[in-house]
């Protein structure tokens, strides 16, 4: 079964302070693994977009792993602001736009 | 440059009614897919239509249909209307079929009571 497992479910820091998501999935066929952030009650905005053969991509504060073979990955956000607070949700692509989302972790960003 | 728009961003829809939901995707964009996402869950695919044929059907009952026209913009149908469709429904974009990046709308908000 295809399955994105993310941890932790929730997540609370000071502004400021870095912080790291975990994504584990078993998903095939692989064809390429996203994160994304959504605002509550809003649509998700992609952060990055990594093939089997990249291991990292930023996107600003945001920076993405992967490690195919362990089928693991990690979003690492730096410097987090009070703007970061958000759902960060792990996606896995099986080709086409047929995408396995994670359930997400959801972050919070206090003063 | 529009993003992804959608209509209507809210509705309240009784058991048993049919809805129909719209989607305009960026500019260009060839590709539309839709997602249900229920309150507390990550979205769940439910049809990718690429160049107005289906290229993708996730696993939804046949109460759920879509088209997309020839300025590919799309319509997600639901028929039969159960208190269970109730859920935020994404529309997503993007340039190509696949390994493209998606752009999502910020979703029809659909209330079955």
């Known amino acids: 079964k295809n399955q994105v497992e993310q941890s932790p479910q929730s997540l609370i820091i000071l502004e400021g302070k870095n912080c790291t998501l975990q994504c584990n999935y078993t998903v095939s066929p692989f064809s390429n693994l996203r994160w994304y952030k959504q605002d509550t009650g809003r649509g998700p905005v992609s952060l990055t977009i990594?093939?089997?053969?990249?291991n990292t991509k930023s996107n600003g504060r945001y920076t993405a792993t992967l490690d195919a073979d362990t089928k693991q990955s990690s979003l690492h956000i730096t410097a987090s602001q009070l703007s970061d607070s958000a759902s960060y949700i792990c996606v896995v692509s099986l080709g086409g736009d047929k995408l396995i989302f994670g359930t997400g972790t959801r972050l919070q960003v206090f003063p | 440059d529009a993003g992804v728009t959608q209509s209507p961003t809210h509705l309240i829809k009784t058991r048993g009614q049919h809805v129909t939901l719209r989607c305009s995707p960026i500019?260009?964009?060839?590709?539309v897919s839709w997602y249900q996402q229920v309150l507390g869950q990550g979205p769940q695919f439910i049809f990718q239509y690429y160049e107005k044929e289906e290229r993708g059907r996730g696993n939804f009952p046949d109460r759920f249909s879509a088209r997309q026209f020839p300025n590919y913009s799309s319509e997600l149908n639901v028929n039969a209307l159960l208190l269970g469709d109730s859920a935020l429904y994404l529309c997503?974009?993007?340039?190509?079929?696949?390994?493209?990046?998606?752009?999502f709308g910020e979703g029809s908000w659909l209330t079955v009571v």
């Open positions: 500019s260009g964009h060839k590709s």
């Open positions: 997503a974009s993007s340039y190509g079929s696949s390994g493209n990046t998606i752009y």
């Open positions: 990594m093939t089997f053969s990249e």
